[in-house]
């Protein structure tokens, strides 16, 4: 079973406007990770939260991270047409393993 | 570095064949994983290894071998293809220091 889930599944914006999307997790994470995948391609990594950080920033993307509500955001402000790709939270347990949600899949329209 | 590389990138089996998908790295991580994706869905963890000679299953191992004889190289074998086994595969790798995951870019396989 997946460890983080998504939400929402798809969200469609305009050039210009922010992107939020969330993730909730069950077990207990060392760090959590967002992943983009462009249409067809491999997954890319984005930027890591470690479980005793708050918020992350990286450009125009910003990562919150509340190991309280197990649960994770990531902002994407000022979209442009190129970030459209699915989002994916992988979580960093103690297996060592990265367990992937099901993805957001993002749309920014010109 | 080329990073992570799969071949091949597209192939179609009959039921019952069998085939091998190649994942080699060169980045000298020791962690390697295979997963699949199917559509609407994240990636499902199939085998992974923490280093040459030791592999592990994942969530969804059956039908599936893998071997780790080199740090390098991790092929995935497919020993009697199903049509449930239609996805497209990913193998990824990362450094034991290093949390970061790379990821090839993928193999389209159909199972008919």
């Known amino acids: 079973s997946q460890q983080g889930e998504e939400d929402p599944q798809a969200l469609s914006i305009q050039e210009g406007e922010n992107a939020t999307m969330n993730c909730s997790y069950k077990?207990?994470?060392?760090?959590l990770q967002w992943y983009r995948q462009n249409s067809g391609r491999g997954l890319v990594h984005l930027i890591l939260i470690r479980s005793n950080e708050r918020e992350k920033h990286s450009g125009r993307l910003r990562v919150t991270l509340d190991t309280s509500k197990k649960s994770s955001s990531l902002l994407i402000t000022a979209s442009r047409a190129a970030d459209t790709a699915s989002y994916f939270c992988?979580?960093?347990?103690?297996?060592?393993?990265?367990?992937f949600g099901s993805g957001t899949q993002l749309t920014v329209l010109p | 570095n080329a990073g992570v590389t799969q071949t091949p990138k597209f192939q179609v089996l009959k039921t019952g064949q069998s085939m091998t998908l190649q994942c080699a790295q060169d980045?000298?991580?020791?962690?390697m994983s295979w997963y699949r994706q199917d559509p609407g869905m994240g990636l499902r963890l199939i085998h992974y290894?923490?280093?040459?000679?030791?592999?592990d299953q994942g969530e969804v191992p059956n039908g599936y071998n893998v071997s780790r004889s080199t740090t390098e190289d991790f092929p995935l074998r497919l020993l009697s293809a199903a049509p449930s086994q239609t996805s497209v595969y990913f193998c990824a790798s990362r450094g034991t220091g290093n949390t970061e995951q790379y990821f090839g870019p993928g193999t389209r396989l159909t199972v008919t």
């Open positions: 290894s923490v280093g040459a000679g030791i592999t």
């Open positions: 077990t207990s994470i060392n760090n």
């Open positions: 992988a979580t960093d347990g103690s297996a060592r393993q990265l367990t």
């Open positions: 980045m000298n991580h020791e962690y």
